[in-house]
């Protein structure tokens, strides 16, 4: 029941869980990476405003941005038009020549603004936001293993006191030792047991060989460190 989906959502969802974690450690990076692609772009934006976009006015007058029309037209009128310019055609490459085609060629200098720009936030920021992204995820994943560790560490731990207890249960003569008969009862009576049985892929061949190899005197019964250890040692490895 509650322990089978414990274990399922420990197997499915850990990839999901570590890429939550490294994202929110990350998230610092990410903020400042946007603060600094808007600087870039700003400041393209500022020199666009003093070059082209007397250019882009004096086109306006004789109607020469036929393509994009109304979209154009007033497109640098703003430091924030400008900024919106650049992030649609030189970032999200929506019609890069609608604009600066009709004004490279009418001042050709121009294309210094355009393709400094390009080069610039497409060729240079946003490959080195790429790279520190890269590398923040990377440190935080060297961090993350020490956070495994303590993770197997606590499985460890729980899965001893859970295999104690399920010692307790099924030792049924209550004599501290197990038989094969009382291993395998208690294996398919025994819902968590069951449950956590199926979830190491164990069955009750599986079961019977284990327990011969745990029985090295042939005695015919296993202590509780026997039970309990090769169980957990079970379960720590179906984790790494």
């Known amino acids: 029941g509650a322990a089978l989906v414990e274990l399922f959502l420990d197997y499915v969802l850990r990839e999901l869980r570590q890429m939550v974690r ?16 808007f600087v870039m772009m700003t400041a393209w934006a500022m020199l666009a405003m003093e070059l082209v976009r007397p250019t882009v006015k004096q086109i306006e007058e004789v109607g020469g941005f036929e393509e994009c029309g109304s979209s154009c037209e007033g ?5 924030m038009l400008t900024n919106l310019l650049f992030f649609t055609t030189v970032v999200a490459g929506d019609g ?6 009709p004004v490279v060629l009418k001042h050709p200098l121009t294309a210094v603004v355009f393709v400094g720009a390009q080069l610039t936030l497409v060729f240079g920021v946003l490959n080195l936001i790429v790279a520190v992204l890269v590398d923040t995820f990377a440190e935080q994943r060297e961090r993350d293993v020490n956070s495994r560790a303590e993770e197997l560490e606590q ?7 859970f295999f104690t207890r399920i010692f307790k249960a099924i030792d049924e003569d209550a004599s501290g030792e197990l038989t094969l008969d009382e291993l395998l009862s208690g294996a ?3 819902p968590d047991f069951q449950n956590h049985l199926r979830v190491m892929d164990i069955d009750e061949n599986d079961l019977t060989q284990l327990f011969h190899m745990l029985d090295m005197d042939h005695g015919g019964t296993i202590d509780h460190e026997e039970f309990v250890g090769a169980l957990t040692r079970w379960v720590n490895e179906s984790k790494t």
């Open 96 to 101: 890069w020549g609608q604009i600066s085609r």
């Open 188 to 190: 398919s009576l025994h």
């Open 155 to 161: 499985a460890e731990q729980d899965a001893v006191e």
């Open 22 to 37: 490294m994202t929110a450690s990350c998230f610092r990076a990410m903020m400042w990476s946007f603060v600094f692609a």
């Open 75 to 79: 497109a640098m009128d703003t430091v």
